[in-house]
C-alpha cells in the first residue's frame, strides 16, 4: 500500500468542475489583479474568523510581513517568537531590520511558553508573534496579558490554524493581527501562493490596506514604503470554491487524529497533546518516537509519507549565526526537532491506509 503524506489529487477530484469553473470566470473577467472575488474572500475569512477586517496577502509570509511592516518594526526593535516554527515566521522579523528574541516551546503543545515570556522583554520589545503550530493554537491569555502589560503588539502567525478555537475564540481574532496562509499544504490551500491577514483594528486594517499597494494612497503618492503584497484572484476564485468545505475537511481531519490517538494508545509512540482549552485543525499530526530517524527510514520504505517539522530551530540555523546562540540555548526546542515526525492526517486518508501506518510504526517499536 502506498499512502502520501498530503494527497491534494484526491481533493480535486472532488471540487474539480467549480474550480475550473470558477478560474475560467476570473479569466473571462481579465481581472487579474484584484476586484470581487478577493473582496468576496476577504469578507468571507474575516467572518470565519470573528473579525471584522481581512486583507489579502501574497502568501503567508507576506501576510507577517505586511503586519509587521505596517507596526512600523525594524531596526533598533525586538520581536518575540518561538524558534520551533516554519522560516518564514523569523525571515519576516529579520527583514524588517529587527531582531527575534526567541523563547523556547512548550514541550506537550509545541508552542511558544508563555511562562518564559515576560523574562525575554526588554525596552526594546515591540511584538510578539506566537504561532499555532500544527493547527492548535497558542496558550493566547497570558500571552495578551504580558503584551498587554508591556504595550506590545501580538501578531498570531496562524498559518496552520485558520478556524481553530482556545477558550471559544477564533485564532487571527485574539491578537492585534492573525495571518493565515493558503499554500497548498494548509487546511484551506490554493492553487498556488495566498495568505491573508484578519484584525478587529480599523486603523490598522487601512494600513495593511495601504501597505499591500506599495504603500500608495491615494495611487502614485506614498506616505508609507510598502510592497507587493496582494492576493491574486484566481487564488481567490479556487479558495472560495475550497471554503464552504473547510470545517468538515477539519473535522475528517480530527478524527483521522482520533483514530490513531486509539491506536497508538499503551504504546510508546506520544501522541499529539490538545489543551482542552482548544480545538485544533490538525493541519499536521505530530508524533513524538525515540529513535526517529530510522523510524522514518522504515516508514519510508514501506512507501509512507512523513515529514520532520521542522528539524532546525531557528535559532540554529545558519543564516541567524549572528545572533550567537548555540545548541542547549532553547532545550525543548531542540529535543522536539529530534523527535517528532508528522504522519498523514488529510481528510481523504482511508481508514485501511491509517491502519496500514499506525501497524508499521507499531511493528518497529513494538
Ligand atoms: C506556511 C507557514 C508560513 C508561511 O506561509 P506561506 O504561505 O508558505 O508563505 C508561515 N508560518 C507558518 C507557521 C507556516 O506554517
Given at each position: 500500500m502506498e499512502v502520501p503524506l498530503l494527497d491534494l489529487k484526491a481533493q480535486y477530484a472532488t471540487i474539480k468542475d467549480e474550480v475550473l469553473a470558477a478560474v475560467s470566470e476570473v479569466l473571462e473577467s481579465q481581472?487579474?489583479?484584484?476586484g470581487p472575488k478577493v473582496t468576496e474572500l476577504e469578507e468571507k475569512i474575516a467572518a470565519i474568523s470573528d473579525c471584522r477586517f481581512a486583507v489579502g496577502a501574497s502568501s503567508g509570509t507576506d501576510a507577517i510581513l505586511n503586519s509587521l511592516m505596517s507596526l512600523d518594526i525594524g531596526a533598533g526593535d525586538e520581536v518575540i517568537t518561538t524558534p520551533?516554527?516554519?522560516f518564514a515566521t523569523v525571515g519576516c522579523i529579520t527583514r524588517t531590520g529587527a531582531k527575534p528574541i526567541f523563547v523556547d516551546i512548550d514541550a506537550k503543545t509545541f508552542n511558544i511558553n508563555p511562562e518564559l515570556i515576560e523574562s525575554a522583554v526588554t525596552e526594546k520589545t515591540k511584538a510578539i508573534i506566537p504561532v499555532h503550530l500544527f493547527g492548535q493554537m497558542s496558550d493566547m491569555d497570558p500571552i495578551m496579558e504580558i503584551a498587554n502589560k508591556h504595550d506590545l503588539a501580538v501578531i498570531e502567525d496562524a498559518a496552520q490554524s485558520i478556524t481553530s478555537t482556545y477558550k471559544g475564540r477564533k485564532a487571527g481574532?485574539?491578537?492585534k493581527a492573525g495571518c493565515f496562509s493558503f499554500?497548498?499544504?494548509?487546511?484551506?490551500?490554493?492553487?498556488g501562493d495566498g495568505g491573508m491577514i484578519v484584525t478587529n483594528d480599523e486603523q490598522f486594517y487601512n494600513r495593511l490596506f495601504i501597505m499591500r499597494?506599495?504603500?500608495s494612497k491615494p495611487k502614485y503618492y506614498h506616505k508609507y514604503i510598502g510592497g507587493n503584497f496582494r492576493l491574486d484572484p484566481i487564488q481567490a476564485a479556487a479558495l472560495l470554491v475550497k471554503l464552504p468545505h473547510l470545517d468538515e475537511w477539519s473535522e475528517a481531519r480530527r478524527r483521522n487524529a482520533a483514530n490513531y490517538d486509539k491506536k497508538f494508545s499503551g504504546t510508546i509512540v506520544q501522541t499529539p497533546y490538545i489543551s482542552p482549552d482548544c480545538v485544533s485543525i490538525f493541519n499536521q499530526y505530530v508524533i513524538r518516537v525515540p529513535r526517529r530517524d530510522e523510524v522514518m527510514a522504515h516508514l519510508r520504505e514501506n512507501k509512507i509519507g512523513c515529514e520532520v517539522y521542522?528539524?532546525?530551530p531557528a535559532h540554529l540555523q545558519e543564516c541567524f549565526k549572528y545572533l550567537g546562540h548555540k545548541e542547549g540555548d532553547m532545550p525543548e526546542s531542540e529535543k522536539a526537532a529530534k523527535e517528532v515526525i508528522a504522519l498523514p492526517v488529510y481528510p481523504e486518508l482511508r481508514e485501511e491506509q491509517l491502519q496500514y501506518v499506525a501497524s508499521k510504526i507499531e511493528e518497529f517499536v513494538g
Open positions: 481581472r487579474c489583479i484584484g520551533f516554527t516554519f481574532s485574539i491578537g499554500f497548498p499544504s494548509k487546511n484551506l490551500g490554493g492553487i499597494n506599495h504603500g521542522y528539524p532546525i
